[in-house]
């Protein structure tokens, strides 16, 4: 038990200690959110600082970079440099978006793969490297970076996805993360994300009217526009009133982008070098001038949005050529001017997949980095109706907070904000297959072809829906498949590279229905799901089948249960029936002779004990006959085999693995061999710098040792300098433990001469810490000591040898020169001292014996006796007192004359001692050097009756506590 309790905790702290993270992975830039146990949502920070990345990888050789690193080599080197790798993803070499993509990069070779035609980059004449392994790359990377910020591993993941992202390119996707060694718990769409995160954020206070958000999304490579609705929806399970964000129509342009003006605006920068360099060779076929030019442009695009013009510059552009012109917003505009009006599409067929009005959307909220044009906000406001748009939301960030706060309501360890998410499904899914025609007399006749929307646009997911087959009585198939995509352009259509998604054939019906003869079929029904990842899958495919069993009358509910924990049967029930009727019969003959009666009473017994049971089985016969027959439900599940259409599914990523695993293993021997190479470098430059500033070194060293020092410190200088270059962290570390070899013997020393004050220091204050203690336990008497005589002699005797080692010690240690090894060790003293303080607390943390625990408290309840009964004592005197007070009462109140000639006389006794008192006060203020006041204030009879009721409790309590003080003091003194 405690083994489990034991590994529960532990397994309880490894969950607890990870944390979990959402990846925005873009066109051009991902951004990484992360949350972690008693931390909140945050954005990792990169290696520059930055809260996002560059989503480049450069691969030369043995080098590989990531984020500005490889951006920054790779405008030396385009075709090292792999980047916009999203777009490519689940699509064979002919789609039209990796077409695209070739125009765009012409300096990188694409190939087919041999096996699923799929994208695969050649680079070099015997490395390939396919988009999922790119992109796992990236994300091992992403991953680095989060570990690192977070301080804590990370093992699972939420990504996020376009919208428009189809069935094969979301299972490309999970083969991303399945080669990167990372979990997916989900993919989550960029526009859900977005909504999410705007409604924690927010905090929005949804009620049952929806309220109705556009969110605006312009992207690097597309463009997207989502309606989502949030408001109170009932649970149809708790019945309560849940806040919830439901995506209702989405619309996207997959090509309309920010990374299209880029490339528009490169070519006008282009075309202006020809112009002004018209005999220099082309600059389009130099990569890395295209490059230079592309990263400029993207600037002056960011300068224009807010700016009328600027200056376009590049140093040393082309052949040694600088390049410098002016660009103006209107001319940036005019490149733009037929891509402008195609920002409108997406957002008209968001509200009409919807099915709301313009004038019903609250706000339009703007969302990526495309958004801050000022044309494209114009496109944006004529579409939506809409006075003005809404910034409320980070840009680069919403999509990673907001799915890094979906991965924190999807984990038991955190406890977040209820809210429910419901996104869209974007493309319908049909299913179709062959529908038998029977004629009348149950043969098949032909098979007719059926083809039913399972999953219309903008269907809620993840949800589950089941198909019935009721005329297959054997094996059958049928298919899944995208359709009625009629709402996409040509260009939208084309890049789907099938509709089929797959086949389901269903096994082993005829055994089933042969097994279930006699049974009555109710179909058999296919269970078909779309995750929360927006993948449609069959989960289940089940016969039904319903037979009639008769109704049987039981015993009633309460008997039965009872019976069932009593271990009572019906038998057992009949013989405390018997048991009964036996006592029954023997109360009525009770005055009769027991002896002469007793056979015919167990007659008479038996006899009433048939007719009992005859009636009782009368009775249930009659009430199975009237009750109705009750219908029973059957299911077996049947055996399904699935065949995937198009692009085949990767079902082995083990070569992938290995590859990834040869690469992090090159960069991990890297970064150790620099590791290895600054610790080297590091050593030998403070090494030479001390000896020649702190004398500290010189005296603590001999004249040859300090001359071998300074010579292997040159030596390796010049090594480091000149040979070094291209030797692994093996060399490095090997030559660093030989100079430490020669080095370590003075640093040793010096070491010690520094830290030998502290250690005396301490190593005397546990002496005195055990003289103490043993002079304490010297001044108690032996009834009240528990330590034995051998504990006190060994803790003596310990004390005064470590005393004795340290005073010889030290005298051998003042007469040895610095340049020496010392006799007195750091390690020694630290020894002798944890074994003397060992010892010591043993003895201080000794536990009490009961027997002094006994002693102790019998002293204790003597003293409680003592001081209750002073107090008693002086309540009994308290008492006298107030008797006595009375009698004079009542010796004053006898004669009236007598008491106001006491009166009287007591007022003339009170003024003379008033007017003394202030005599001696001006004599005392005169004696002071002080003068004396010549009218003092006389004080009221009132406040004289007042003061002396108090001069008496002065008077008393003091006397009351020290009785109680001294009292408890001598006990104290005696113990």
């Not at 984020?67 to 039209?96: F, I």
């Not at 103006?328 to 509200?351: G, S, W």
């Not at 001359?707 to 060399?731: F, H, I, N, P, Q």
Request: net charge negative; charged share 35%; aromatic share 6%.
């Amino acid at each position: 038990m405690l083994c489990r309790l034991l590994l529960s905790f532990l397994l309880l702290k490894l969950v607890c200690s990870n944390a979990l993270i959402s990846l925005d992975l873009g066109s051009e830039f991902m951004k990484i959110g992360i949350v972690k146990p008693g931390v909140p949502i945050d954005i990792v920070l990169n290696t520059e600082t930055k809260r996002k990345t560059p989503m480049t990888v450069y691969i030369k050789g043995d080098e590989r970079l990531f984020g500005d690193s490889a951006v920054t080599r790779g405008e030396k080197s385009p075709k090292n440099a792999y980047s916009n790798l999203l777009d490519l993803l689940g699509k064979t070499v002919d789609n039209p978006v990796v077409q695209e993509y070739k125009e765009r990069f012409p300096y990188h070779t694409i190939e087919a793969d041999p096996v699923r035609n799929t994208v695969v980059f050649r680079h070099d004449e015997s490395t390939f490297y396919s988009v999922e392994e790119l992109l796992a790359m990236q994300i091992e990377f992403a991953v680095q970076l989060a570990t690192k910020h977070g301080e804590a591993p990370v093992k699972k993941a939420i990504i996020c996805v376009p919208p428009f992202f189809h069935q094969r390119e979301r299972e490309a996707m999970l083969n991303v993360a399945e080669i990167a060694g990372v979990q997916v718990m989900q993919l989550m769409t960029t526009t859900s994300a977005i909504a999410l995160q705007y409604a924690v954020f927010r905090n929005i206070k949804m009620t049952e009217k929806p309220m109705i958000v556009l969110f605006a999304t312009v992207g690097s490579q597309f463009t997207t526009a989502a309606v989502v609705s949030y408001s109170q929806v009932k649970d149809k399970v708790t019945k309560e009133q849940v806040p919830t964000v439901q995506v209702m129509g989405v619309g996207y342009d997959r090509g309309l982008g920010s990374y299209e003006m880029d490339i528009r605006l490169r070519e006008h920068l282009a075309d202006k070098f020809t112009e002004k360099y018209p005999k220099l060779p082309d600059i389009r076929k130099n990569g890395r001038a295209m490059k230079k030019l592309q990263k400029e442009a993207r600037k002056v695009k960011t300068v224009l949005s807010a700016n009328q013009d600027t200056y376009a510059q590049v140093e040393s552009l082309h052949q040694d050529k600088d390049f410098r012109v002016k660009v103006t917003r209107e001319e940036m505009e005019n490149l733009f001017a037929d891509l402008f009006p195609r920002f409108q599409a997406p957002f008209v067929d968001a509200i009409n997949s919807a099915g709301i009005s313009k004038p019903e959307i609250e706000q339009v909220v703007l969302f990526g980095g495309g958004t801050r044009i000022p044309k494209i906000q114009e496109q944006i406001l004529k579409a939506t109706d809409q006075k003005e748009l809404h910034k409320y939301i980070n840009t680069d960030e919403a999509a990673a907070m907001g799915s890094a706060f979906m991965a924190a309501s999807s984990s038991s360890v955190f406890r977040t904000k209820q809210i429910k998410l419901r996104d869209a499904n974007q493309f319908p899914f049909f299913v179709s297959f062959n529908k038998l025609v029977l004629n009348e007399e149950g043969a098949v006749t032909e098979e007719k072809l059926v083809n039913k929307e399972l999953y219309y646009r903008n269907n809620g997911i993840p949800q589950k829906k089941a198909m019935t087959y009721t005329k297959f009585t054997d094996d059958f198939h049928f298919n899944v498949s995208y359709g009625n995509l009629e709402h996409l352009s040509e260009r939208q259509a084309s890049e789907f590279a099938t509709l089929p998604l797959m086949m389901v054939n269903v096994k082993g019906v005829k055994d089933v229905f042969n097994q279930h003869h006699d049974k009555t079929s109710k179909g058999i029904k296919a269970h078909i799901m779309v995750d929360d990842s927006g993948l449609i899958g069959v989960e289940s495919v089940e016969a039904i089948f319903e037979t009639i069993v008769a109704n049987k009358t039981e015993t009633g509910w309460m008997e039965s249960v009872s019976n069932f924990f009593t271990g009572n049967s019906d038998d057992e029930g009949e013989k405390k029936e018997e048991k009964k009727e036996e006592a029954k019969e023997g109360e009525k003959k009770e005055d009769e002779k027991k002896e002469e009666k007793k056979a015919d009473g167990e007659k008479a017994a038996e006899e009433k004990k048939e007719e009992i049971k005859k009636d009782a089985k009368n009775e249930t016969e009659a009430k199975n006959e009237a009750a109705p027959e009750k219908p029973v439900i059957v299911k077996e599940v049947l055996k399904v085999e699935t065949v995937h259409f198009g692009i085949p599914r990767v079902s082995d990523t083990s070569v992938s693995k290995e590859k990834l695993a040869a690469l992090k293993k090159i960069d991990d021997d890297k970064r150790a061999t620099e590791q290895a190479r600054n610790n080297l470098e590091s050593f030998v430059i403070n090494m030479k710098d001390t000896l020649e500033a702190d004398d500290t070194y010189k005296a603590a060293s001999t004249p040859e040792e300090m001359e071998k020092m300074k010579e292997a410190l040159s030596a390796e200088t010049d090594w480091l300098e000149e040979d070094s270059w291209g030797e692994t962290y093996v060399v490095f570390n090997a030559r660093l433990a030989k100079i430490e070899d020669y080095c370590d013997p003075v640093l040793n020393r010096v070491k010690e001469m520094k830290a030998r004050p502290a250690a005396i220091a301490e190593l005397k204050n546990t002496f005195n810490m055990t003289e103490q203690f043993l002079a304490k336990i010297a001044n108690t008497t032996e009834e009240l000591r528990y330590h034995t005589a051998t504990e006190l002699e060994n803790l003596e005797k310990l004390l005064n040898t470590t005393r004795d080692w340290l005073d010889k010690t030290a005298k051998e240690q003042e007469g040895l020169a610095k340049n020496v090894d010392p006799v007195l060790r750091l390690e020694a003293m630290q020894t002798k001292n944890k074994a003397l303080e060992r010892e010591l607390y043993y003895l201080v943390r000794k536990p009490i014996p009961q027997w002094y625990k006994d002693k102790l408290n019998k002293m204790m309840e003597a003293l409680k006796n003592s001081t209750v009964k002073a107090e008693e004592a002086k309540k009994s005197e308290s008492k006298e007192e107030e008797k006595t007070d009375e009698a004079k009462t009542e010796e004053k109140g006898e004669g009236t004359k007598e008491g106001e000639k006491s009166d009287k006389e007591g007022k003339e006794a009170k003024e003379e001692k008033s007017a003394e008192e202030k005599v001696e006060t001006k004599e005392e203020k005169s004696a002071e050097g002080e003068k004396p006041e010549e009218t003092p204030v006389e004080t009221p009879k009132e406040e004289q009756t007042e003061e002396k009721p108090k001069e008496e409790t002065k008077e008393e309590k003091p006397l009351q506590v020290d009785d109680k003080a001294n009292s408890e003091k001598e006990t104290k003194e005696e113990l």
